[in-house]
């Protein structure tokens, strides 16, 4: 996911839950009803709360189901925002004498046949994994379809050099 593009909603007041509207892994809009609570409040009847979306996205996380009490310390709801991607490659130090910011990067995904994304290096990492002997190397990537979710693989291809004026042709064509 994208930094900062996951929000969790929770209740400032106690309670319990009365009515769950959000649904694991449906669309939300912003300010779309996720969840009403009863207050703890004296009243008659009770004072409720109806707990909106605060962002765009996907509901990732349901942790509240009608009936259940409610403390504002509980995340109820988490909710993603997919329309930018943070896509992560992990490239052989070998290669790292190559690697810097704003290259340009051309990804695919085997969830989508067919699919490209451009885009460039955000960042080259700090620390190499000693364990793979990889360096992450991290692009941003426009999601307008939705199509590509956290968790899914991809292939990158990273440009360290061009050459103007140059014809190439692909392997398999010759």
């Known amino acids: 996911a994208f930094p ?3 929000q969790s909603v929770s209740s400032r007041i106690a309670g319990r839950a009365i009515r769950v509207l959000a649904l694991p892994d449906h669309e939300v809009k912003a300010g779309d ?4 609570v009863e207050s703890r409040q004296p009243g008659e009847p009770p004072p409720q709360v109806t707990l909106v979306a605060p962002i765009s996205g996907f509901v990732v996380d349901l942790a509240v189901a009608p009936g259940d009490p ?3 310390d509980k995340a109820l709801v988490g909710i993603l ?3 930018r991607v943070h896509a992560v490659a992990h490239v052989p130090e070998h290669h790292a004498s190559r690697l810097r910011r704003g290259l340009k990067v051309r990804m695919t995904s085997p969830g989508w046949p067919g699919e490209m994304w451009e885009t460039e290096v955000a960042h080259v ?3 190499a994994d000693p364990a793979t002997g990889t360096l992450e190397v991290a692009c941003y990537v426009d999601n307008e379809g939705l199509w590509l979710r956290p968790g899914m693989r991809a292939e990158f291809d990273v440009v360290t050099r061009t050459r103007p004026g140059l014809m190439s ?3 398999a064509a010759v």
């Open 81 to 83: 925002d997919l329309s």
């Open 169 to 171: 042709v692909p392997k």
């Open 70 to 72: 409610v403390s504002p």
């Open 4 to 6: 900062g593009k996951r």
């Open 33 to 36: 009803p996720l969840v009403v």
């Open 125 to 127: 990492g700090a620390v």
